[in-house]
């Protein structure tokens, strides 16, 4: 069975880049009906904490990814120390000594000679007598990996193809820290391996740890999983996507509005594409039936948030079902302040819909269906003082006084009105759109008028005949 993993480490908001590595790290094992793990990667106790744990579940699962098991390092300390115990046994790993200052010392004169640093080897010598006699002392100590010398790790890897790394530069790295925490590329094997992952799907960044955790591997004696390396993603400027580029994550996205299938969707699109065509609109559904680490890019993804913007207005238009676009859209009305009933609301969105990109746009849009008294702007000022304004307002106040208000009607009075007072369409609309709704652009008068309470728009007019007396 196809086991595959996602190993966030708890340090930060969930970045675009390690979503699109969930993502497709859990549409390949569902497309394999295999198994999909989460795991928290929280060894570093000191970048590591519970609030963004939570919040990384939290965004994981408003993206719409379900997993099957669920791991904490923090929760199996016992455990690492169990292998971490083998490999000294075995004289894979040696307790080091050397203290905080020593080691600085040489790195300060590899830098000085110019040449890079890896660790001397220093305790790698220590005989039993020696070992035994430094613990007895009390000294602290860390443990290390004896790397072989000499070796060249070759492993193909399923995106990236063959790769070959010398581990001559490495030196012998840490697996046990002094204070008894364990390290990434020790715990990554131990779990990896004990959890059944037949596929380790990751950011290209890894690629370097990947011969180290090999070399633990053959040397705990565990069979090797398939590895893929996943292309960095860029921002337009072709560096790295970062904070430069304003927000980098999933959080910072769901706050402006976006909605999690479509960002989910655009995700897949940063690397991956179908080998024949042109689709990039795909429900989950059909991402799992799809999707295949063959057909993912080897070579870098530019992300960009005009597209993810307007991919974002196609699910608000198009795809999603009215029912989950108010569930979504509600919210944001109320943190804006604004309340309203959801049937009101889902009236007001199936005929908006199309007018907006994100939620908050949306929010923002369509305030005069939501809020309770009009604020005019500058320019809606203007046009309610402009000559003909006052007779425009007061002659469609009389008419739509009586009877059923709806667009269509608005239409057709703003006609009469117009032909009757000798106006340009223009200054007909302007002056409706100014005093039903406070600015000079935005909605459309009719489909205000459609959904809007008559009572309010007979309020708003005549707050407007007032003030232009
Ligand atoms: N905790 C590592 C990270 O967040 C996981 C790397 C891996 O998938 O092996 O980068």
């Known amino acids: 069975m196809v086991v ?24 390949f094992a569902r497309h394999h009906g295999g198994k999909f793990i989460l795991r928290v990667e929280d ?16 965004d994981l699962r ?61 305790c790698r010598v220590l005989n039993k007598a020696e070992v035994k006699e430094l613990k007895k002392r009390g000294k602290g100590y860390a443990l290390r990996f004896r790397v072989p010398d000499g070796r060249v790790v070759v492993f193909e890897d399923l995106i990236k ?29 131990v779990d990896d391996a004990l959890m059944g992952v037949t596929h380790v799907i990751r950011g290209e960044d890894h690629i370097p740890n990947t011969p180290k955790q090999i070399l633990i591997y ?7 999983p398939r590895f893929a390396h996943l292309p960095v993603i860029l921002g337009e400027d072709r560096s790295k996507l970062s904070k430069r580029h304003g927000a980098v994550s999933v959080r910072n996205y769901r706050e402006e509005g976006y909605v999690p299938e479509a960002l989910f969707n655009y995700l897949c699109l940063l690397g991956w594409s179908l080998p024949e065509g042109e689709k990039e609109v795909f429900s989950k559904e059909e991402l799992v039936s ?23 207005g196609v699910y608000i238009r198009e795809i999603l079902p009215l029912e989950q676009l108010v569930e979504d859209f509600l919210p944001f009305l109320q943190s804006a302040g604004y309340s309203a009933d959801r049937e009101y609301v889902k009236k007001v969105l199936q005929k908006t819909r199309d007018s907006f990109e994100t939620l908050k746009e949306g929010v923002e849009r369509l305030k005069p269906f939501f809020a309770e008294e009009v604020i005019y ?11 003909s304004s006052a007779m425009v307002l007061s002659t ?17 009075i703003a006609k009469e009105i117009q032909k009757e007072l000798g106006l340009k369409a223009k200054d007909v609309w302007h002056a409706l759109r100014a005093s039903l709704t406070g600015e000079t652009e935005g909605v459309g008068v009719d489909v205000l008028c459609d959904v809007l309470p008559k009572e309010k728009v007979l309020q708003r007019l005549v707050k407007a005949i007032k003030l232009v007396g």
């Open 4 to 27: 595959s993993r996602f190993a966030p480490s708890p340090t930060g908001y969930l970045h675009l880049g390690n979503a699109r590595t969930a993502i497709f790290s859990y549409l």
């Open 43 to 58: 060894t570093d106790r000191e970048r590591s904490t519970k609030e963004f744990e939570d919040m990384l579940l939290e």
């Open 62 to 122: 408003w993206l719409g990814l379900e997993w099957d098991e669920f791991y904490r390092q923090s929760d199996r300390f016992d455990l690492y120390r169990d292998y971490a115990d083998k490999l000294v046994e075995s004289g894979h790993a040696y307790p080091c000594f050397c203290s905080v200052e020593e080691l600085e010392e040489e790195k300060k004169r590899a830098e000085e000679r110019g040449i890079p640093y890896r660790y001397s080897g220093k």
């Open 161 to 189: 193809g063959h790769i070959a790394i010398n581990v001559d530069d490495f030196g012998d790295f840490v697996i046990v820290r002094s204070d008894g925490t364990p390290t990434y590329n020790f715990v990554v094997v």
């Open 218 to 224: 053959e040397a705990l004696g565990f069979p090797l």
């Open 290 to 312: 799809l999707f295949k680490l063959e057909d993912v890019n080897s070579s870098p993804a530019v992300f960009s948030k005009e597209k993810l913007r307007w991919l974002n």
């Open 377 to 387: 702007s500058e320019e809606a000022l203007q046009v309610l003082e402009s000559e």
């Open 396 to 412: 469609f106040l009389q008419r739509v006084r009586d009877g059923e208000l709806s667009g269509e009607r608005v239409k057709t």
